[in-house]
């Protein structure tokens, strides 16, 4: 049993889960426990400490002590590694690619599955991923997968990209996207899929307020908030 509500939102890069995810948590006051961060950090520390992104082996000794730490309150969104605060360090391109990598060992995820569960009972709160109501929290009272068209993903991401200063060309987005995403569907170790308990939901066509004004309803309805 989970000690407070959770909510679990999976689906592909680009679904628009990230910017969902957070503006979800800020509206209920949850906390947000991006999933991703936490592979992109260990693709980063890999490659701090000359570890290969396909050695899955030294991967998983270096995911039982990855001294990762997310910000609360003030820092809400901030994440360290050790002393050093990676927040943007982990989205670029390159990190990106790695963090792709390295979730597809088995060794890496096993041992990722207990911080994952430890950090996500620290409160209420949002945990953003690709496994969460599938692996991680099969137990999660509400568990949304969110899509989106392969233009619309695209787009998004360039956007993202460039918002944070990353140059980045669609085409390119769009094909980086979808190597992403055959290897996130066709890894042999907890494959991207919706749960069949999940609400599936679609963004294309839809603002982010229209989005989180649904969502926010779905949530107090089911977690009786
Ligand atoms: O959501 P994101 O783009 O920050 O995720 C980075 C990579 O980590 C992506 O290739 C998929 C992988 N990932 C995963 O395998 N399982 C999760 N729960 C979260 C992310």
């Not at 980086?176 to 042999?188: G, H, N, S, W």
């Given at each position: 049993m989970l000690p407070y509500p959770v909510i679990a939102i999976d689906g592909p890069a680009g679904a628009g889960k990230s910017t969902v995810a957070r503006a979800l948590a800020r509206r209920l006051g949850f906390f947000l426990l991006d999933t991703g961060a936490i592979y992109r950090s260990l693709a980063l520390f890999a490659e701090q400490q000359g570890?290969?992104?396909?050695?899955g082996p030294r991967l998983g000794s270096l995911a039982e002590q990855l001294p990762i730490r997310f910000g609360r309150?003030?820092?809400?969104g901030v994440v360290y590694l050790a002393d050093q605060t990676v927040t943007t360090a982990i989205r670029t391109p390159e990190v990106s690619l790695g963090a792709s990598q390295v979730s597809a060992h088995p060794e890496v995820r096993s041992m990722l599955l207990g911080l994952q569960r430890q950090l996500s009972r620290s409160g209420p709160c949002v945990v953003e991923g690709r496994d969460i109501g599938t692996v991680v929290l099969p137990d999660a009272p509400l568990k949304i997968f969110l899509t989106a068209s392969p233009e619309v993903r695209a787009q998004r991401r360039q956007k993202e990209l460039e918002a944070r200063g990353v140059r980045a060309d669609v085409s390119d987005t769009r094909r980086e996207q979808e190597e992403r995403d055959r290897r996130d569907l066709t890894r042999?170790?907890?494959?991207l899929k919706c749960a069949d308990d999940a609400v599936l939901f679609d963004t294309s066509d839809r603002s982010l307020e229209q989005v989180i004004d649904d969502l926010a309803i779905i949530a107090q309805t089911r977690l009786s908030l």
């Amino acid at each position: 049993m989970l000690p407070y509500p959770v909510i679990a939102i999976d689906g592909p890069a680009g679904a628009g889960k990230s910017t969902v995810a957070r503006a979800l948590a800020r509206r209920l006051g949850f906390f947000l426990l991006d999933t991703g961060a936490i592979y992109r950090s260990l693709a980063l520390f890999a490659e701090q400490q000359g570890v290969s992104w396909a050695d899955g082996p030294r991967l998983g000794s270096l995911a039982e002590q990855l001294p990762i730490r997310f910000g609360r309150g003030d820092e809400d969104g901030v994440v360290y590694l050790a002393d050093q605060t990676v927040t943007t360090a982990i989205r670029t391109p390159e990190v990106s690619l790695g963090a792709s990598q390295v979730s597809a060992h088995p060794e890496v995820r096993s041992m990722l599955l207990g911080l994952q569960r430890q950090l996500s009972r620290s409160g209420p709160c949002v945990v953003e991923g690709r496994d969460i109501g599938t692996v991680v929290l099969p137990d999660a009272p509400l568990k949304i997968f969110l899509t989106a068209s392969p233009e619309v993903r695209a787009q998004r991401r360039q956007k993202e990209l460039e918002a944070r200063g990353v140059r980045a060309d669609v085409s390119d987005t769009r094909r980086e996207q979808e190597e992403r995403d055959r290897r996130d569907l066709t890894r042999a170790t907890a494959p991207l899929k919706c749960a069949d308990d999940a609400v599936l939901f679609d963004t294309s066509d839809r603002s982010l307020e229209q989005v989180i004004d649904d969502l926010a309803i779905i949530a107090q309805t089911r977690l009786s908030l």
